[in-house]
């Protein structure tokens, strides 16, 4: 455990109680990570299911028992369920994409866009390289690497045992740059 999980363990317990810091701390450590798991589960939609997640978590937190590796894995349960549910309604009802031209016009990037697009890049490509495995195996990899849960408590956020979970990141990192799809 590192001194910033030692320092989020902290306040946790603030953060169950109400207090507005404790809990900005907790989002802004947590947020990254979930939205990197969910964009490789929903793509562009990640945002809005981060943000139903996190409705969700910030209503129930006051409920939860557990330390820090616990709430990481019980908030990546929720961001997967919303996930889940947002698979399910799209699929139930398809949305035509609205033309780019029609919302943009009046967008004007706050910094370079280019410097931007350099700056994310690299996570960016991960991701998407992540995205492109079987979905067990993106799942795992995201769960274990990119949320930092232990087999076991990815196994309880998937439904799946410890040793399934293993088996599938180590599946996922494993597989050659000519095993992905071109981009």
Known sequence: MTSEDDE???VLPAA???DETAFRMV???QHPALLRYLSVLVGADAEDVASEAWLQIARDLHSFRGDWDGFRGWSATIARHRAMDHLRRTRRRPVSAVPIE???VDLIAAQDTAEQVLE?????DAVALIASLPRDQAEAVMLRAVLGLDAASAGKV?????GAVRTAAYRGCARSPSDFPAL
């Open 8 to 10: 989020l363990a902290a």
């Open 16 to 18: 169950r109680a109400g």
């Open 27 to 29: 989002y802004r450590a």
């Open 102 to 104: 029609l919302v943009a």
């Open 120 to 124: 994310i890049l690299g996570t960016d």
């Open 158 to 162: 998937l439904g799946k045992r410890a």
